[in-house]
T-cell receptor
Framework: QKEVEQDPGPLSVPEGAIVSLNCTYS??????FMWYRQYSRKGPELLMY????GNKEDGRFTAQVDKSSKYISLFIRDSQPSDSATYLC??????????FGSGTRLQVQP | EAGVAQSPRYKIIEKRQSVAFWCNPI?????LYWYQQILGQGPKLLIQ????????DSQLPKDRFSAERLKGVDSTLKIQPAKLEDSAVYLC?????????????FGQGTRLTVV
């Protein structure tokens, strides 16, 4: 069993839709949770960072962590074609080295 | 602020050949990482340096992969001999160090194809 599970998609939504991306994990030692966005042929870039259960909002993005269920989510409101990318969840036990999910490919149709 | 620089961007080699990748992290960043990203998968950590010392190389296939970070700045990752399954994007990342919430910045990666 992988430490971090993520649905690979692809996920196709119309412009303006609310997008929900999810990851589950099995390692209770994970304390820090991140979402990265990766455009084609580019390196990942950090979108959201959180270390506690609950919600964190930044503009159109909301990250949600439920440590009791070992489940994290990223919500994108008012999705735009420019949001089309692969979204990677990433987790850290505190060693400051990341364990990534496999990524979900998102396509926002204009 | 300049980003993480990697070269080459693309490399095609035959199996059993050797190859080397180079990374220049963001100036002042103490921690440097090499990740391997196979097509359709998330990045997997190969090695983590703190300054010029190795912090974690538990997932580095040491029979064929080697990495060094001389003088705590630039780093090179070498594969010798390459196998078909080494075809992947090799990503270098760096962090400033210090607090836990320091962001990891990634380079654009080197796309390796082994034929």
């Amino acid at each position: 069993q992988k430490e971090v599970e993520q649905d690979p998609g692809p996920l196709s939504v119309p412009e303006g839709a609310i997008v929900s991306l999810n990851c589950t994990y099995s390692n209770s030692a994970f304390q820090y949770f991140m979402w990265y966005r990766q455009y084609s042929r580019k390196g990942p870039e950090l979108l959201m960072y959180t270390y506690s259960s609950g919600n964190k909002e930044d503009g159109r993005f909301t990250a949600q962590v439920d440590k009791s269920s070992k489940y994290i989510s990223l919500f994108i409101r008012d999705s735009q074609p420019s949001d089309s990318a692969t979204y990677l969840c990433a987790m850290d036990t505190g060693r400051r080295a990341l364990t990534f999910g496999s990524g979900t490919r998102l396509q926002v149709q204009p | 602020e300049a980003g993480v620089a990697q070269s080459p961007r693309y490399k095609i080699i035959e199996k059993r050949q050797s190859v080397a990748f180079w990374c220049n992290p963001i100036s002042g960043h103490a921690t440097l990482y090499w990740y391997q990203q196979i097509l359709g998968q998330g990045p997997k950590l190969l090695i983590q340096f703190q300054n010029n010392g190795v912090v974690d190389d538990s997932q580095l296939p040491k029979d064929r992969f080697s990495a060094e970070r001389l003088k705590g700045v630039d780093s090179t990752l070498k594969i010798q001999p390459a196998k078909l399954e080494d075809s992947a994007v090799y990503l270098c990342a760096s962090t400033q160090g210090g607090g836990q919430d320091t962001e990891a910045f990634f380079g654009q990666g080197t796309r390796l194809t082994v034929v």
